[in-house]
């Protein structure tokens, strides 16, 4: 079971980038997905997750209104459309997996999901 992340950069203050989030080994039809983050120094914080029907999402308040978190699972992938970044957006970006009822809701606490990528660099810079 893998989850892979792309689509990280470098990319100026104001600028979006979209990262996606590609299953090999399962379907992701039985997962809610999360996205996390975690900058050098700092804890990792959960950034947004969707649940399995895709119905049902989830963000920190620090991303409210700039982050939009949608799955595709005819591709076995999750996107995450991230725009006006700041700063405080850089970090390493990861998506998780957990099995979930097909009514569930999805919750932010990584210790809740089971499966994790490698993680893509995003990095907001002038």
């Known amino acids: 079971l893998q989850l892979v992340e792309s689509g990280g950069g470098l990319v100026q203050p104001g600028g979006s980038l979209r990262l996606s989030c590609v299953a090999s080994?399962?379907?992701?039809?039985?997962?809610?997905i999360g996205w996390f983050r975690q900058a050098p120094g700092k804890e990792r914080e959960g950034v947004s997750c969707?649940?399995?029907?895709?119905?049902?999402?989830n963000y920190a308040d620090s991303v409210k209104g700039r982050f939009t978190i949608s799955r595709d699972n005819a591709r076995n992938t999750v996107y995450l459309q991230m725009n006006s970044l700041k700063p405080g957006d850089t970090a390493v970006y990861y998506c998780?997996?957990?099995?979930?009822?097909?009514?569930?809701?999805?919750?932010?606490?990584?210790?809740?999901?089971?499966?994790w990528g490698q993680g893509t660099q995003v990095t907001v810079s002038s």
């Open positions: 998780a997996a957990v099995s979930t009822t097909v009514q569930a809701l999805c919750d932010l606490p990584g210790y809740k999901y089971d499966y």
């Open positions: 080994g399962f379907t992701l039809d039985y997962y809610a």
């Open positions: 969707i649940n399995r029907r895709g119905d049902s999402t």
